[in-house]
């Protein structure tokens, strides 16, 4: 190859003395070649001369493969160069290669009239001449011009489509919710969730200019030859304090189309003072409208009146089953390797499926594809850690976190022999893997386990853990299409070790794994219209218990229940249709496809008659992956938007889901010791339908975000259980349980503010929960089949988050919650029934227990803002519960010497201080 320095010699004399010789035929056969060593074998056998930058083809491994013979040259090299942004200019027996744009050997007739001035012509080529009317003071720090797209000799159309990726430039994280406008015209849209855009441009030169309350704003000059791609990376705004804690898509509060979505930053929860001084994405999300728990200190989520297992929780795309450490008083989410996390209670998208209520999708963070960084904190019970660093630079990093607690050691050193002998301890760790693959592929795998071991007795230890792996492949076809193939494994199990030191002694463990692939496609049509379509296919494997005796001389007898196994796969299509200014309609379709494999074997009940021993007709033996039972669930989602004017919308939504797992749980909350239980041919898939309607509001006074939101549920197949009934170890689980109708319904309000030296946010719900277990036989019917309040159901929820900056280091936190008192079912009165005496109990859930409330105090202290310095600092001196409250957590019973006495528990009835130091670097 000859070098690029003589290019201008060679160019100019051979442009003035030579002809064109576009007519000239080779022949050549190449087998997986790049397009280097090709243009190298085309030299080596015509006796012709190509001149380029070597840059622009080495980094290129397409590899190509053809057979020609006698063709032109030039259509030879426009096969080569095809999905590049090459091209080509012959003279003689020299080849010079540009990038993105054409050497023109004559200028268009009308290039030098007045007509042809400051235009764009679809029929001339684009010239700097066209725009020398731009002033330079309007391009400063621009002065450099990007080239995109592909110019072409034919008649190009005058208006492109420009698309791209906005990410951070430190954390290569997308940036969602940025302005991307054309400078000095109308023209702008904004990035969605995973930082994409795309926008109509003139061809020619543009400037085009971002817009970001977190970010600094960048200016870039483009010459837009056709339709083509431009990533922007974008720094942080150092005058933005770090208050906003939650963002309801921010700016676009009014204008998206979904109802019921709400994001929530881990970089802006710092300030929210917890229990203990945990950062914790998931305790700060029952701060929001519309989702409960339980109790405090429970795992779990209720979300608009559905059950703890009607949540999707997904870590990178990967089903995360029990979220919570510690019987949930902590989340199992590393908050420093977590980028956000994206709630949908309404609106659910169409490429989620297998629960009723709602989504957590939780996003971690990438790497840093530039330098070394971190961040960790030390609190009172745990110390976290998270690294990244790049591999590549510029094009892989990975990132890893770990987090532990040393409470097991605190509770050694103390003298109290009950504590001395517990044990309780926690630890998860993560690692994430992103890497560049040229201009239009990305690769991104994550690791995650967590590990719980505690022991509340000497001769007992209860462990449970999480496991998942993903691998997400990113593909840019061009400017308008793209796709993302996932695929992940995840489990989860738990087990309980009982050494007592005699004949009693056993292990018992339970296991559920599933794996996933999904493939979508991401489509931008046309200005209007935005289609998003795929297929997956999740394959379930579950263990639901195995109970071994450790001493072969034991009387306990050893119990293996049948695995259970079930394929669940989808399609889903996805339409963001924009049918004017103010008209945003989101329609999408789901059919799911449930089957139930072997080998299982499944009893047969007499039709019309309740499910027991006595109505048992006979068995079903089905071999290993055979399908015995098959559901199909069609699931419609719409969400629609109305602008009332430019600050005010209406939203309205409609989704049907379907559910083929069930958790099974005797207990009041969420426990480690839950298990799963998949449909059969005697269990049904639950299925449910939601409407919703909201009011949207943002004032620009004190910059304020107004939500009204309504919605109503209806469930069918809900699953509960009959009283007393056993739910582990049992082979023939069906018997103990019981499937009926749930309607919930609700008024959710949010104020927030985002900006100023008071910030944060009120939120307030009313809502009920209702379940109803009706049949024409005695033992399946509950509160004569009328329906009942949930165990969850809790009439007032109003929550309180508020932060105030006295400087830009000092800021003052708070955190109120109140919430009615959960449903119970009392004890009222004895009877006596064959000799013997028996507690009567109340309908169930037909009382309430105490009314629950809680104040947080913090105190937050950031370091110094220089920027020579080892590592940036923030102190939290907190106060979890400082009114002492002694918010009960149950209420039981128990009869003593012919009485019935009533005993309230709690988690804390006393503050709980707590000071954390934390650093990032």
């Not at 400051?118 to 011009?145: G, H, L």
Request: aromatic share 12%; glycine share 6%; proline share 3%.
């Amino acid at each position: 190859m000859k070098n690029i320095t003589i290019f201008i010699f060679l160019f100019t004399f051979n442009f003035l003395v030579a002809q064109k010789n576009t007519d000239k035929t080779i022949s050549i056969e190449f087998n997986n070649l790049k397009r280097e060593m090709i243009l190298e074998k085309i030299e080596k056998e015509n006796d012709l001369h190509f001149y380029y930058i070597k840059t622009w083809l080495e980094a290129d491994q397409t590899l190509l493969s053809g057979n020609y013979t006698n063709i032109a040259l030039n259509e030879i090299l426009s096969i080569i160069f095809t999905n590049t942004e090459l091209n080509f200019y012959i003279q003689d027996n020299k080849i010079i290669l540009t990038k993105n744009s054409i050497i023109h050997d004559k200028l268009p007739k009308d290039y030098f009239s007045d007509s042809n001035q400051n235009t764009a012509s679809s029929k001339s080529p684009v010239f700097f001449k066209q725009f020398d009317s731009i002033k330079r003071s309007e391009t400063k720090n621009t002065d450099n011009i990007t080239l995109v797209g592909k110019e072409s000799i034919a008649s190009e159309p005058i208006t492109y489509t420009l698309s791209g990726y906005i990410k951070d430039v430190k954390t290569n994280n997308p940036i969602s919710n940025t302005v991307v406008k054309i400078k000095n015209t109308t023209t702008k849209t904004t990035t969605d969730s995973n930082g994409f855009y795309s926008i109509k441009i003139s061809s020619g030169l543009n400037t085009i200019e971002t817009e970001s309350q977190d970010y600094k704003k960048i200016s870039r000059n483009i010459m837009v030859y056709s339709d083509g791609n431009l990533d922007l990376s974008l720094s942080d705004n150092t005058n933005t304090l770090d208050e906003v804690l939650v963002k309801g898509k921010r700016k676009l509060n009014t204008r998206t189309s979904i109802t019921g979505v709400t994001t929530i930053e881990a970089e802006g929860i710092k300030n929210t003072p917890l229990v203990l001084g945990e950062r914790d994405v998931l305790k700060i999300a029952l701060t929001i409208p519309g989702i409960k728990t339980a109790g405090e200190g429970s795992a779990g989520f209720n979300v608009r009146g559905g059950k703890e297992d009607q949540n999707l929780i997904i870590l990178d795309n990967a089903t995360l089953y029990n979220p919570a450490h510690f019987f949930g008083f902590f989340s199992a989410i590393n908050p420093y390797a977590t980028n956000k996390v994206d709630i949908y209670k309404g609106g659910i998208p169409a490429e989620f499926g297998g629960r009723l209520s709602s989504v957590f999708d939780i996003v971690t963070k990438n790497g840093n594809l530039e330098k070394i960084s971190g961040e960790g904190g030390i609190g009172p019970v745990t110390s976290n850690i998270t690294i990244s660093t790049p591999i590549i630079k510029n094009k892989a990093s990975v990132l890893g976190g770990f987090r532990a607690t040393y409470s097991g050691w605190i509770l050694k050193k103390l003298e109290e022999k009950d504590l001395k002998n517990s044990e309780a301890s926690f630890y998860d760790g993560i690692i994430k893997y992103n890497h560049k693959i040229g201009k239009k592929d990305n690769i991104e795998t994550t690791g995650y386990y967590s590990k719980d071991a505690f022991s509340i007795t000497s001769d007992s230890i209860y462990r449970y853990s999480n496991r998942l792996m993903s691998l997400k492949w990113k593909h840019n076809f061009d400017a308008k299409k793209s796709s993302e193939t996932t695929l992940t494994n995840s489990q989860y199990k738990f087990n309980i070790d009982y050494d007592s030191h005699n004949l009693n002694a056993f292990d018992y463990g339970y296991k559920v794994t599933d794996s996933q692939i999904t493939t979508k496609i991401i489509h931008s049509l046309n200005d209007k219209n935005r289609l998003t379509y795929g297929i997956n296919s999740k394959l379930y494997s579950i263990n639901p218990g195995n109970f071994k005796p450790k001493d072969p001389d034991s009387d306990l007898n050893t119990i293996n229940i049948a695995k259970e196994k079930g394929l669940e796969s989808a399609f889903f299509i996805n339409n963001n249709y924009k049918l004017n200014k103010d008209l945003l309609i989101d329609i999408g379709f789901r059919y799911s496809v449930y089957m139930a494999l072997g080998a299982s074997t499944q009893r047969v009940y007499e039709k019309n008659q309740p499910k027991n021993d006595e109505t048992v007709i006979g068995e079903k033996e089905f071999s290993n992956n055979e399908i015995f039972k098959t559901y199909s669930g069609f699931e419609p989602r719409i969400s629609l938007r109305y602008m009332i004017n430019e600050d005010f919308s209406v939203k309205a939504g409609f989704d049907k889901t379907t559910q083929y797992v069930h958790l099974l749980s005797s207990n009041t909350t969420q426990s480690p010791l839950d298990t799963w239980k998949l449909s059969d041919l005697n269990v049904k898939p639950q299925k449910g339908q939601q409407i919703s309607l909201g009011l949207f509001k943002n004032l620009n006074f004190k910059d304020l975000e107004l939500s009204l939101e309504g919605y109503y549920k209806k469930s069918n197949n809900i699953l509960d259980y009959k009283t007393g009934a056993q739910l582990l170890l049992n082979e023939n689980i069906e018997t103990e349980l019981l499937q009926g109708k749930g309607k919930s319904y609700g008024v959710e309000f949010l104020v927030k503010k985002q900006e100023g030296k008071l910030n944060g946010w009120l939120g307030y719900t009313y809502s009920r929960t209702f379940i109803k277990l009706d049949s024409q036989f005695a033992e399946e019917k509950v509160n004569n089949g009328n329906y009942f309040s949930a165990n969850f159901d809790k009439p007032h929820d109003f929550s309180a988050v508020l932060n105030y900056k006295f400087t830009r280091r000092y800021s003052l936190s708070s955190n109120f919650v109140y919430q009615t008192g959960r449903p119970i079912t009392y004890p009222i009165g004895k009877y006596t029934y064959g000799n013997s005496e028996y507690t009567l109990y109340s309908d169930r859930n037909k009382y309430r227990i105490p009314d629950y409330y809680r104040l947080d105090i913090g105190f937050n202290i950031e370091g110094n803002h220089k920027t020579n310095k080892l590592a940036h600092s923030f102190w939290s001196i907190s106060i979890y519960n400082v009114l002492g409250r002694n918010n009960p957590y149950s209420v039981y019973f128990i009869s003593s010497k012919g009485e019935i006495k009533a005993y309230k528990t709690s988690i804390f009835g006393i503050p709980i201080p707590s000071i954390t130091y934390n650093f990032k670097f």
